[in-house]
């Protein structure tokens, strides 16, 4: 008998219907079985950052479980995910089954000195019976350089949490805060993206756009004003901002001169000047990686990035998808010329590729050795995808209509601009589209080929003006971060990893340093006072190119280029010396605001202060005065519909948001949704 050791139940039930009936047994350990301890710091910087890594008290049970089964079988398997984290769990599974020698900081994978029991480790990227069976073929042994690095990553975050944090606690007060290392400078992106939004020179320019119709022909177009005699009216600004340039247009016309043109334009002769046809292709977007589904999830659905994972979780271990944690764009081969077929058998031979499509990893950090994230087979609606919900089945379409375009022809798109000029010297611009072929279109954005409308316009036709209209726009300052375009710019900037954005995202929220509005991340009074401190005293420390050169080290370590203390050092002793200095100051944080509202016991001011669960209004002559009340957010138009009392906006510990009635404890009503 062969035992083989998973993660996750889920994963385990998976593994037992497309093992049934082999001489295997299949044992969760339900996550982690050893970790740091919570009640102190356990690095011990004497002895090389030593880790004090302890069982986890919960997971006696399990572990007394995992002993037993272990001594009955002659083959030990680790059948953990692919990534450092899965590696990590591998190896304390490995440690308490006394597989490991550990003379920190090395440490070997030996078999016990008995030599009845082997420990082998099978490495796959998909949960289907060939990848199994292939990977229990070539078992492989730990791979100790990752172990090294999620190990290393694990002790860098708790010195940061656990040295700096208290520095916190005495400059607030508030001993529930938290510092981290990647989260402090995720959090630092949203408070310099605020910052930016309120330094942006707001300013208004005008448009003009007019409509036409062609004199013989009687058919319509519009165009926009882009120039007179030559001189564009568009100029376009850059500015630098924390996470690089933002660039914006404008134009260079005023409430005024608008006017003027459009008066003029009332009693000028227009005529097609020029038409230019071009015909172009749009190529597919590359598979799925992590980022990239996140992103796409919260565009397209709504999810957040914590959700987006927790439903990829549950596809991978039902084996529908790939390994969902991934920077590499590499299909297997095997999927690229299954996909052909499909392809052909259910579009056409003119929508498949002559040769697969590949792409290349834009990131220096990509572990190529990884897939993409595609579907396990090509399947639309696959038989274990009608057990999960709503949420899976969308995020499966997605992953599945992406990795099939990848492998479709391109689409070609015939392009056409019309200029139009007046007697005057004004210029406008007219542009169509067309579809000539609707390649990956047809899947991808679900569009079929277009019927091509004639087109009558030709060069010299005379035009007259139907109408012209006066836009007034602003110029818009940067947007707010979402959840995507944060994961977007860490990914960028070469900080965390995969399995790392959307635990940064969830941390910064439920810390409140950060909060939803309308999808947009939005730092608190609490989240901006922290980060500034951090920032300004701690500059080298929470710096992007610090960062990001740590996770070099992290993927350098990984890759048996560089010492695991080596890494630690280089980040320990500039954190120290500086954490040092600062313990010694008198520098206070100052978290409150200050509101209009009074206080209904003595009439002082009100403050907006926070606990870990969240804002609250109090008195400021605390402790004075002990008031204090929740600080609710009304939604607008909206009635309780037990007892007529004003809907408000709550969140639960998790930070998921659910409406309630403002008259709670009295009436109780809540729900997650509104209805219309």
Known sequence: MNLIVVESPTKARTFNRILKGKDYFVFATF?????????????????????????????????????????KNQQIILATDPD??????????????????ENWPNFTIENPKNGQQTLKRIVFHEITSSALTEALKNPQDLRVNLVKAQQARRILDRIVGYELSPLLWKKTGKNWLSAGRVQTVALRL??????????????????????FQSISEKKEMRGKLISKEGIVYEEKKSISLFDGDYSYTKTTINEKKAEEIKKDLLSDQFSINKIEEKV?????????????????????????????????QDLYEQGLITYHRTDSFSLSTQFVFKARDYIINNFGEEYALDKPRGYKTKSKLAQEAHEAIRPTKLEKEPKALKKLTKNHHRLYQMIFKRALATQMKEAEIKEIKIYILSQKGYLFQAEKEQVLFDGFFRVWQNKTQAVIEEFVFKENDRLSLIEAEIKKETTRPPYRYNEASLIKALEEKGIG??????????????????????????????????????????????????????????DEIANDNKEMVSLLNEFYQPFINELEKRKNDQILIDTEEKIEEKCSFCQSPLMVRYSKYGKFLACSRYPDCKF?????????????????????????????????????????????????
């Open 280 to 312: 172009s292709k749009r190529y597919p977007s590359p598979p799925y990686t992590t980022s990239l589904l996140q992103q796409d999830a919260f565009f397209q659905n709504g999810f957040s990035s914590k959700m987006t994972m927790k439903l990829a």
């Open 84 to 101: 450092r984290e899965g590696e990590s769990i591998a190896y304390h599974i490995a440690f308490v089954l006394g597989f490991v020698k």
């Open 497 to 554: 990893r995969p399995s790392t954005y959307a635990i940064i995202i969830s941390l910064i929220q439920e810390k409140n340093y950060v909060e939803k509005q309308n999808r947009y991340l939005i730092p608190t009074k609490l989240g901006g006072a922290i980060c500034d401190y951090l920032s300004q005293s701690f500059s080298q420390i929470f710096d992007l190119n610090f960062t990001a050169k740590m996770e070099e080290g992290l």
């Open 190 to 211: 949203v408070v310099e993206r605020e910052k930016e939004i309120k330094n942006f020179k707001i300013e208004d320019y005008y448009q003009i756009f007019a409509n």
């Open 31 to 71: 996550g982690h079985i050893r970790d740091l301890p919570k009640n102190k710091l356990a690095i011990d910087y004497q002895k090389n950052f030593f880790p004090d890594y302890q069982l986890i008290k919960n997971k006696e049970k399990v572990i007394k479980q995992l002993k037993e089964i272990a001594k």
């Open 628 to 676: 204090t009340k929740p600080l609710l957010k009304y939604v607008d138009g909206k009635k309780c519909p037990q007892c007529e009392g004003k809907v408000v906006i709550r969140y639960t510990k998790t930070k998921k948001k659910f409406y309630g009635c403002d008259n709670y404890p009295q009436c109780k009503w809540s729900s997650w949704r509104l209805t219309k």
